[in-house]
């Protein structure tokens, strides 16, 4: 049974960096997703990276400014956000790509409850 959980979400100020998490059990590495859901928005994809480490994408939003890791002896995928902006809270989810064309949420599976960030103004 896969299990995906988040962690590092939390309150940051508008300017301010942030470093979140999400550590895989119970599944070998896979290539992964990570999306954010605002209030009242769609999910959106915010950065992919393949199980190897290479390539990584990153939605054009967030571009040179997060960056997402891995490190397959842990298991876990993080994603460092600078430069953090208000509308970049959201709840923060991380999921396995299980195929499929694109970064399409509906191409992932085995998503974790999600970490919230706020950034304040």
């Known amino acids: 049974q896969v299990q995906l959980v988040e962690s590092g979400g939390g309150l940051v100020q508008a300017g301010g960096s942030l470093r979140i998490s999400c550590t895989a059990s119970g599944l070998a590495v896979r290539s992964v997703g990570w999306f954010r859901q605002a209030p009242g928005k769609e999910r959106e994809f915010v950065a992919h990276?393949?199980?190897?480490?290479?390539?990584?994408y990153h939605a054009n939003s967030v571009k040179g400014r997060f960056a997402i890791s891995r490190d397959n002896a842990e298991n876990s995928v993080s994603l460092q956000m600078n430069s953090l902006k208000p509308e970049a809270t959201a709840v923060y989810s991380c999921?396995?790509?299980?195929?499929?064309?694109?970064?399409?949420?509906?191409?992932?599976?085995?998503w974790g409850k999600g970490t919230l960030v706020t950034v304040s103004s």
């Open positions: 999921a396995i790509y299980s195929g499929g064309k694109g970064h399409a949420a509906i191409n992932h599976r085995g």
């Open positions: 990276i393949h199980w190897s480490g290479s390539p990584a």
